[in-house]
């Protein structure tokens, strides 16, 4: 069976209708209602693929409201690959949405995000407007600094010991993370860099609005711009684990060579000699961001990195989506901020008013917008560094 | 009074509320989504002012289609009334909303040391509306008992749309025990709006063993032996070689894989009385030739044991994309004579069948897993489903242990009861739902009334 989305036959039996997927989607437990959870949105792609039922606006809106946290994933006895299942689903949907949000979309995707030097001047303008009062706070926008936008103290290219990869987004509105990043990779002795020309941006805001072909050349970049074989560290939990699957994204060797280097800041951190710190008895709430536990797992590192230093708090609530995803929250803001309200109270029963660690700036973002005080495991770490 | 966002004829939407995690397909006219009681009540009024029948439902992880909308209903889902509206620790008792969530509950209470028994396999995703609709069962059921000995009380809809509170909270109320009669009536008597539940006090110490034998015979004997002995394990769950190898594969718990059987069984209480009991199991377990025996060390290794054995039915998707798990009860003396039985009748429709099911109270649950996209295949389920539950009920046990008997075992009722028995029940329906409306087509087969056609609506498919 190969219908109109043209997706994994295979991957789309596996799908039992169990359910044990429900309670683990963020938009399934905001609304109730079967399309918006992972078993509905499976029904819906068999009907359409099946030829049952048209791509209508209701299919469209069911895909499109998947925040693709792929936290049915971990969820799924079955080993349905939703997230895999969802991308295909975007890239035969094509861009969808309004015309204002395909036009920023493509603005944002495909003018900026491959052309980092254009983002960053894009990114003063901001700034400047923002200092003006021209930004409306409802857009949820982080209040940018120019201090943070100082050029990054890192070699670009050579052999290090570690590359350190920059991002888009990231690099250009939180890079006060990286220079974070980069103290704690050099507090533990090892040489970092940042990589050559090329790094512009990983592709996973592409991959997950069904920019198939764009993720792909922007994959490619990245691959090419950190040669050799040193790890490949990633502050972003979002970029890391799309990184860690371009194996399969453009499938070739090379590709699942580069792949099997990347690792998430914590994650390649909990593998050197612990860096000295000093035990501060502050305490801070975990947030997992989805795509560090959902997708690559390592969530658990986090929580080894920052121990010796902090009160660790887990919140009760199964690593739920807080509903950021990537450009989720900005264009579907309704959604965004329903589900982030669970996640707020589930962090207000683990400790209220307490630091909360993030390891992906668009949760750290979503969560700012909502008043919490959000920082990266990094920067948490690198305020302790002793000496 | 719900408004037009909390309801829907779209469609798409409507597809899929055509079936729950059963295999039996239907259609609904309508689907909504009432936020409080008196939504739900207006609902049900609606719904009964055109004409049409009701089916309610919590998240559809039913595998009986008890959620299947038959008769063309309107399907109310309880999705949104997931309020825990009231926690006495002292009294042990909750009031919620159907749709709250199994697991939810006991994580709300948990600060309390308290926690809610029934634990059907699908807890992290069940409603308790929707167990109390089937009177749900789960591994610790053995020892704690039913739903039904969990419900105290339950505000329901009844079928006309007048609301009426069913029990109470003193320990025997007065007059007939229609909380008893509502529970286990799988929607065919009203809806729950509001649920008092009873929680259990935490245990003091809990022992979870994994006992792995060379043969089936054997850990048949060990259930049969540790119920004899006088121990009564708060769990005690079998599953068989290939169920335990797929269930390995998803969770990586350890489980042996070269193992034709496997025992999960849980003793708990107070720390010495744990450690006497899981002694005894143990011994009974060697004695019946055990190959291993392990005690989880830890919370964390006991929640993977138990993970592994509750992803089960999902698990197996990984050895062909389609199942149908079969829910009945025989008597524990019989088990290995019923599970040769079994394994013969698949063997005889060419089909694979796995076992994992509820060993300590002789609850069954073949699984027949397939390909449903090969020709022929789902009559050859249909027909082994049917024979293997014949087989089950000539052995002397029951149509089923905690599943309900919803649409798929409908047509199997006359096998258990006589005329003057599915009369009887056929009138106490119809004491609740004189009109048929509340989840037509379901639990009675047609003809259950002495004399009567049935009234419901034809041309469903299921």
């Known amino acids: 069976m190969s219908g109109p989305l043209r997706l994994d036959p295979d991957g789309l039996v596996a799908c039992v209708a169990c359910g044990l997927c429900l309670p683990h989607c963020p938009t399934y437990r905001v609304t109730g209602r079967e399309i918006a959870s992972p078993r509905g949105r499976i029904a819906a792609m068999r009907a359409v693929e099946a030829g049952a039922a048209p791509a209508d606006d209701a299919f469209v809106r069911a895909i499109d409201e998947c925040i693709q946290c792929r936290g049915c994933e971990a969820a799924c006895p079955s080993g349905v690959p939703f997230g895999h299942l969802v991308e295909a689903t975007r890239a035969a949907l094509g861009p969808v949405g309004p015309w204002w949000r395909r036009a920023a979309e493509a603005v944002a995707l495909r003018l900026l995000a491959p052309r980092h030097t254009l983002l960053v001047a894009a990114t003063w303008v901001l700034l400047a407007a923002q200092r003006l009062r021209l930004v409306p706070a409802r857009l949820g926008l982080p209040r940018l600094r120019a201090a943070s936008l100082r050029p990054l103290d890192l070699p670009a290219g050579g052999s290090p010991d570690a590359w350190l990869f920059p991002g888009c987004v990231m690099d250009a509105w939180m890079r006060d993370t990286h220079r974070a990043a980069a103290r704690v990779i050099r507090a533990t002795g090892a040489v970092v860099a940042r990589p050559g020309a090329g790094a512009d941006c990983c592709g996973a805001l592409h991959l997950h609005t069904g920019r198939i072909a764009l993720a792909r050349r922007l994959a490619a970049r990245v691959v090419r711009s950190m040669p050799g074989d040193a790890p490949v560290v990633v502050d972003s939990a979002g970029c890391g684990a799309v990184m860690k699957d371009y194996g399969r994204l453009l499938g070739t060797p090379e590709a699942g060579a580069f792949a099997a280097r990347v690792h998430d800041f914590s994650e390649w951190l909990a593998t050197r000699p612990p860096p000295p710190v000093a035990r501060t008895g502050r305490t801070v709430v975990v947030q997992d961001p989805c795509h560090l536990r959902h997708v690559q797992r390592a969530h658990g590192a986090v929580r080894s990195v920052l121990r010796d230093a902090y009160e660790i708090v887990e919140t009760d609530d199964d690593g739920l989506c807080c509903g950021a995803g990537g450009l989720y929250a900005a264009t579907r803001p309704a959604l965004a901020s329903a589900v982030r309200d669970r996640k707020v109270a589930a962090i207000g029963r683990a400790a209220p008013g307490a630091v909360v660690a993030s390891a992906n700036p668009g949760c750290t973002m979503h969560l700012r917008a909502a008043g919490l005080d959000v920082r990266h495991p990094a920067e948490l770490l690198a305020e302790v560094l002793d000496g | ?462």
């Open chain 2, 1 to 462: 009074m719900l408004g037009t966002a909390n309801a829907t004829a779209e469609p798409l939407e409507l597809a899929l509320y055509a079936r729950d995690a059963g295999v039996a397909e239907g259609h609904a006219v309508a689907v909504c989504w009432p936020a409080t009681g008196a939504q739900l009540a207006a609902a049900v009024r609606v719904a009964r002012a055109h004409g049409r029948p009701f089916v309610v439902r919590g998240s559809g992880t039913g595998l009986a289609g008890g959620a299947t909308p038959l008769g063309d209903p309107v399907v109310i889902v309880t999705t949104r009334l997931d309020r825990i509206l009231e926690v006495d620790a002292r009294s042990r008792v909750a009031w919620v909303e159907p749709g709250v969530l199994n697991l939810d509950l006991s994580r709300a209470v948990r600060h309390l040391g308290l926690h809610y028994a029934p634990d059907p396999s699908s807890q992290q995703a069940c409603t308790i509306g929707g167990n109390v609709g089937t009177n749900a069962g789960g591994p610790h059921c053995l020892a704690y008992g039913v739903t039904s000995a969990h419900v105290l009380a339950v505000e329901v809809v009844l079928p006309d749309g007048e609301v009426a509170l069913l029990g109470g909270l003193a320990p025997d109320e007065p007059g007939y025990d229609l909380r008893g009669c509502f529970v286990g009536s799988e929607g065919t008597m009203g809806a729950a709006t509001r649920i008092a539940v009873r929680l259990t006090p935490d245990p003091p110490e809990v022992a979870t063993m994994l006992c792995a034998f060379a043969s089936v015979e054997d850990a048949a004997a060990t259930v049969s032996e540790t119920i004899a002995s006088g121990v009564l394990p708060a769990a005690l769950e079998m599953m068989d070689a290939p169920i335990t190898r797929a269930v390995e594969d998803f969770v990586g718990a350890g489980y042996p894989r070269d193992a034709q059987a496997v025992l999960l069984v849980e003793v708990d209480g107070l720390p010495a009385g744990v450690a006497e009991q899981a002694a005894q199991v143990e011994a009974i377990a060697r004695a019946h030739g055990a190959t291993a025996v392990r005690t989880a060390a830890d919370e964390a290794e006991r929640a993977l044991l138990w993970k592994g054995r509750k992803s089960a039915f999902g698990a197996i998707a990984r050895i062909a994309p389609d199942y149908y798990l079969h829910d009945a009860v025989v008597p524990r003396t019989r088990l290995v004579e019923v599970l040769g039985e079994i394994a013969r009748i698949a063997a005889a429709h060419r089909l694979l069948v796995m076992n994992v099911f509820h060993a300590g109270d002789g609850n069954l649950h073949p699984l027949i897993v397939f390909d449903g996209r090969e020709p022929g295949t789902w009559q050859r389920v249909r027909a082994a489903g049917t024979a293997i539950l014949e087989a089950c009920l000539d052995a002397g046990g029951v149509l089923t242990g905690e599943h309900g008997v919803g649409v798929e075992k409908r047509d199997l009722m006359p096998r258990l009861f006589g005329p003057d028995d599915l009369d009887a029940q056929a009138r106490l329906r119809d004491a609740f739902d004189p009109d048929g409306a509340a989840n037509p087509m379901k639990v009675l087969p047609r003809g259950s009334r002495c004399g009567e056609l049935q009234r419901v609506p034809e041309g469903t498919w299921i």
